[in-house]
């Protein structure tokens, strides 16, 4: 079947086999959350790869497998394989199995896999999906989190057996919380109660959809349902019962243990307001025991997330985030017997972190600058040491002593497993190189210079791969979105589009313009009420710095971005007529309708300091909205939306296109059913190919 659809698709016009093909997509493998044994000996990491679909006939799936390694030999091999992938892995206390959860088609269940070999026995099973489990060093007891709907858990005797209901009120209007528990026989012709018994039967069975929260927007649905999560232990022998640990309706969002019975929770700084109204949080001690929660720490405004507490367990690392604007979370330091707090005075996102054996140090992952390097702390003086490279990205990491084990993307590979012991880094597998030995790859240049605000923006120049010099060739701007996402050589999402755009004869710049991630707060909030004219200033100077080379161009260039970048490529174009040709992917164009279409909807605010009713904010959203400038754009634009994308929603594109189209511009408009706003990173792979072959087949009638 591949070796159908690559036939099918170099037929498009064919080029060199050692370049980047469109198909190579479905070779890499990301390696991820790599992990040391208990005694150092041993690791493992998981494997995500793209596998023909068994039951679909040319489409593909995602497995997700496990492997462990031998620390003295640095080899390893897969643990298990098959359609059913495997997610939350975690060591057992002895190191001599591993848990995980694997979903045979059903619910997923906590499996435990013996490394002295046999197959992975079953540790539950629950009529609900099972997450995250681990076992405790502290009571060997095994703690995993399943779901359940606030509808359901009024109902289940098991998971309720106090027919508890909530404290925070259901902003149902004029009715009490207690309303929805009723014994009343469903009859639409009975009386009050019984209609509305007949009327939960039918929002049961799927006949309506009744909306009373602000959050109901998902990824790729509506949804009034309320999500709870129960925190469950389970005694690991024969017969034994899992217990839930805490109540559902408190809303744990994040919990580590202190001892056999004491734990740190976070929790709402509020109780009695609806969940989707507090966006401030506090953390807790709870007390198993007695079900007591005590404050450790609440401040108006900010909420916590990311607990790790130190191996002594007197310490505890969390991040403080402001619960409105924009700014960087900031990482802290409590001592929890004392409740001094140290800040880390480190101002980027920081993805992970570990605490060295002794406590005396962390261990961090910051995105800066376009990688993401492992970074030393040393609390007491306070110094930071980078011990791994500034220009590529380690996408998770472990540490045993002075060794540490990581997944790396880097220009040359999107993703292999790595090692790092006496300031030596060794490669430890060969996932992608092999397929990648005799590839032509185009390499990423990094350039700075200095924006009308005084900040230095850094930009990337790739050359096309075959580049001859005198020659000129087209040139592509890509935008990244967020807008506070960060872009780079350490940056694994675009690895394959890159090198797929430079394999096709284009150059390619991109950047990290004002309101980017990786260079601090000042610079993430320098776009605030300015999404349009600053950052376009950013992009347009380093498209002319990538001209200024030489090699490029002018008649033959090409701009493209999803998400913000959707909405910068089409205020771009709005603006300017540069561009030969443009592609707008899952863009926000009109942004009083995103407010209430997206489920982003809060960047309205944070951004944009009010709401589309405030008269003031009404004025700056339109000002910033690019269709507000839609009978400027000239420039042919193709328009890419996943049908069911509620991140950004999809009336966006459809304002745009629709206008447009009404104006007889030259426009092209593709939807891809099913596909959420994650189509091209994590999407359908059939899709993914299909989206990255339009726009090249779009820009080639231009260009």
């Given at each position: 079947m591949r070796l159908f659809l690559f036939i099918l698709f170099v037929s498009f016009g064919a080029f060199a086999q050692n370049n980047i093909q469109v198909t190579d997509l479905l070779k890499i493998k990301s390696v991820g959350k790599p992990s040391f044994s208990p005694d150092g000996q041993k690791f493992f990491y998981t494997?995500?790869?793209?596998?023909?679909?068994?039951?679909?006939?040319?489409?593909?799936?995602?497995?997700?497998?496990?492997?462990?390694?031998?620390?003295?030999?640095?080899?390893?091999?897969?643990?298990?394989?098959?359609?059913?992938?495997?997610?939350?892995a975690n060591w057992s206390v002895d190191g001599k199995s591993?848990?995980?959860?694997?979903?045979?088609?059903?619910?997923?269940?906590?499996?435990?896999?013996?490394?002295?070999?046999?197959?992975?026995?079953?540790?539950?099973?629950?009529?609900?999906?099972?997450?995250?489990p681990v076992i405790s060093k502290h009571d060997g007891r095994l703690y995993y989190t399943s779901g359940i709907s606030l509808k359901d858990f009024y109902v289940d005797s098991i998971a309720n057996p106090r027919h508890l209901i909530p404290a925070w009120s259901l902003e149902k209007p004029k009715l009490a919380n207690s309303s929805f528990v009723s014994k009343a026989k469903a009859n639409p012709n009975?009386?009050?109660?019984?209609?509305?018994?007949?009327?939960?039967?039918?929002e049961k069975d799927k006949k309506a959809k009744v909306i009373n929260r602000l959050q109901f927007q998902e990824e790729m649905t509506t949804s009034g349902e309320i999500q709870l999560s129960t925190i469950y232990s389970l005694n690991l022998e024969a017969g034994a019962k899992a217990v839930a640990l805490n109540n559902p309706l408190h809303r744990w969002s994040d919990w580590e243990q202190l001892d056999a019975n004491t734990f740190l929770v976070i929790l709402p700084a509020?109780?009695?307001?609806?969940?989707?109204?507090?966006?401030?949080?506090?953390?807790?001690?709870?007390?198993?025991?007695?079900?007591?929660?005590?404050?450790?720490?609440?401040?108006?405004?900010?909420?916590?997330?990311?607990?790790?507490?130190?191996?002594?367990?007197?310490?505890?690392?969390?991040?403080?985030?402001?619960?409105?604007g924009v700014s960087n979370p900031v990482l802290k330091v409590m001592n929890l017997a004392s409740g001094v707090i140290q800040d880390v005075t480190l101002d980027r996102v920081i993805t992970q972190v570990k605490w060295s054996a002794d406590d005396a140090k962390l261990y961090l992952t910051p995105q800066d600058q376009g990688a993401v390097p492992?970074?030393?702390?040393?609390?007491?003086?306070?110094?930071?040491?980078?011990?791994?490279?500034?220009?590529?990205?380690?996408?998770?990491?472990?540490?045993?002593?002075?060794?540490?084990?990581?997944?790396?993307?880097?220009?040359?590979?999107?993703?292999?497993?790595?090692?790092?012991?006496?300031?030596?880094?060794?490669?430890?597998?060969?996932?992608?190189?092999?397929?990648l030995k005799d590839k032509q790859l185009a390499k990423a240049v990094k350039h700075q210079f200095i924006n009308k605000l005084g900040q230095t923006v850094d930009y990337w120049v790739m050359k096309p791969i075959g580049y001859q010099e005198g020659k000129k060739y087209p040139l592509v701007v890509e935008i990244h979105g967020g807008p506070t996402a960060m872009w780079g050589t350490g940056e694994a999402s675009m690895w394959h589009e890159f090198q797929y755009y430079a394999a096709r004869g284009y150059g390619i710049v991109y950047c990290n313009?004002?309101?980017?991630?990786?260079?601090?707060?000042?610079?993430?909030?320098?776009?605030?009420?300015?999404?349009?004219?600053?950052?376009?200033?950013?992009?347009?100077?380093?498209?002319?710095?990538?001209?200024?080379?030489?090699?490029?161009?002018?008649?033959?260039?090409?701009v493209t971005g999803g998400s913000y970048a959707g909405y910068l490529v089409a205020w771009i174009v709005g603006h300017t007529n540069r561009f030969k040709v443009a592609a707008s992917q899952r863009g926000v164009y009109e942004?009083?309708?995103?407010?209430?279409?997206?489920?982003?909807?809060?960047?309205?605010?944070?951004?944009?300091?009010?709401?589309?009713?405030e008269k003031a904010?009404?004025?700056?959203?339109?000002?910033?909205?690019?269709?507000?400038?839609?009978?400027?754009?000239?420039?042919?634009?193709?328009i890419f939306h996943g049908e069911n994308d509620l991140r950004t929603g999809v009336i966006q594109s459809e304002m745009l296109y629709k206008s447009l189209k009404q104006m007889g511009r030259e426009v092209e408009y593709v939807r891809h059913p099913g596909a959420s706003h994650e189509i091209t990173r994590a999407g359908n792979n059939r899709q993914r190919i299909d989206q990255m072959l339009r726009t090249w087949e779009f820009f080639a009638r231009y260009l």
């Amino acid at each position: 079947m591949r070796l159908f659809l690559f036939i099918l698709f170099v037929s498009f016009g064919a080029f060199a086999q050692n370049n980047i093909q469109v198909t190579d997509l479905l070779k890499i493998k990301s390696v991820g959350k790599p992990s040391f044994s208990p005694d150092g000996q041993k690791f493992f990491y998981t494997v995500t790869s793209v596998e023909d679909d068994p039951d679909t006939k040319g489409d593909f799936v995602y497995q997700t497998h496990l492997y462990v390694g031998d620390v003295a030999s640095k080899s390893s091999r897969a643990m298990t394989s098959g359609r059913y992938s495997i997610s939350g892995a975690n060591w057992s206390v002895d190191g001599k199995s591993i848990l995980f959860t694997r979903d045979l088609g059903n619910k997923a269940q906590v499996f435990q896999l013996s490394l002295a070999g046999g197959e992975a026995l079953a540790l539950t099973n629950s009529k609900v999906s099972i997450q995250n489990p681990v076992i405790s060093k502290h009571d060997g007891r095994l703690y995993y989190t399943s779901g359940i709907s606030l509808k359901d858990f009024y109902v289940d005797s098991i998971a309720n057996p106090r027919h508890l209901i909530p404290a925070w009120s259901l902003e149902k209007p004029k009715l009490a919380n207690s309303s929805f528990v009723s014994k009343a026989k469903a009859n639409p012709n009975g009386t009050i109660e019984e209609v509305r018994a007949y009327l939960a039967q039918n929002e049961k069975d799927k006949k309506a959809k009744v909306i009373n929260r602000l959050q109901f927007q998902e990824e790729m649905t509506t949804s009034g349902e309320i999500q709870l999560s129960t925190i469950y232990s389970l005694n690991l022998e024969a017969g034994a019962k899992a217990v839930a640990l805490n109540n559902p309706l408190h809303r744990w969002s994040d919990w580590e243990q202190l001892d056999a019975n004491t734990f740190l929770v976070i929790l709402p700084a509020d109780s009695l307001t609806h969940p989707d109204k507090v966006l401030e949080s506090q953390i807790v001690r709870f007390d198993a025991i007695s079900k007591t929660y005590k404050s450790v720490l609440m401040k108006a405004g900010y909420r916590y997330s990311n607990l790790s507490i130190n191996n002594k367990g007197d310490q505890v690392a969390f991040f403080e985030s402001k619960s409105t604007g924009v700014s960087n979370p900031v990482l802290k330091v409590m001592n929890l017997a004392s409740g001094v707090i140290q800040d880390v005075t480190l101002d980027r996102v920081i993805t992970q972190v570990k605490w060295s054996a002794d406590d005396a140090k962390l261990y961090l992952t910051p995105q800066d600058q376009g990688a993401v390097p492992i970074v030393e702390y040393t609390l007491a003086t306070k110094k930071f040491t980078t011990l791994t490279s500034t220009i590529e990205g380690v996408l998770g990491f472990d540490v045993v002593g002075d060794q540490f084990i990581y997944a790396k993307t880097s220009i040359e590979n999107p993703s292999e497993l790595y090692m790092l012991a006496n300031g030596k880094e060794s490669r430890l597998t060969d996932f992608n190189s092999i397929w990648l030995k005799d590839k032509q790859l185009a390499k990423a240049v990094k350039h700075q210079f200095i924006n009308k605000l005084g900040q230095t923006v850094d930009y990337w120049v790739m050359k096309p791969i075959g580049y001859q010099e005198g020659k000129k060739y087209p040139l592509v701007v890509e935008i990244h979105g967020g807008p506070t996402a960060m872009w780079g050589t350490g940056e694994a999402s675009m690895w394959h589009e890159f090198q797929y755009y430079a394999a096709r004869g284009y150059g390619i710049v991109y950047c990290n313009p004002r309101g980017s991630g990786g260079y601090g707060t000042p610079f993430m909030a320098s776009n605030v009420k300015d999404w349009g004219a600053g950052p376009m200033a950013d992009v347009m100077r380093v498209t002319d710095l990538a001209i200024k080379e030489g090699w490029a161009d002018t008649t033959k260039l090409a701009v493209t971005g999803g998400s913000y970048a959707g909405y910068l490529v089409a205020w771009i174009v709005g603006h300017t007529n540069r561009f030969k040709v443009a592609a707008s992917q899952r863009g926000v164009y009109e942004l009083s309708t995103f407010f209430g279409e997206g489920n982003a909807w809060r960047l309205v605010p944070n951004y944009f300091g009010g709401y589309p009713w405030e008269k003031a904010t009404r004025a700056v959203l339109d000002r910033e909205s690019p269709l507000t400038y839609v009978a400027n754009i000239k420039t042919p634009l193709i328009i890419f939306h996943g049908e069911n994308d509620l991140r950004t929603g999809v009336i966006q594109s459809e304002m745009l296109y629709k206008s447009l189209k009404q104006m007889g511009r030259e426009v092209e408009y593709v939807r891809h059913p099913g596909a959420s706003h994650e189509i091209t990173r994590a999407g359908n792979n059939r899709q993914r190919i299909d989206q990255m072959l339009r726009t090249w087949e779009f820009f080639a009638r231009y260009l």
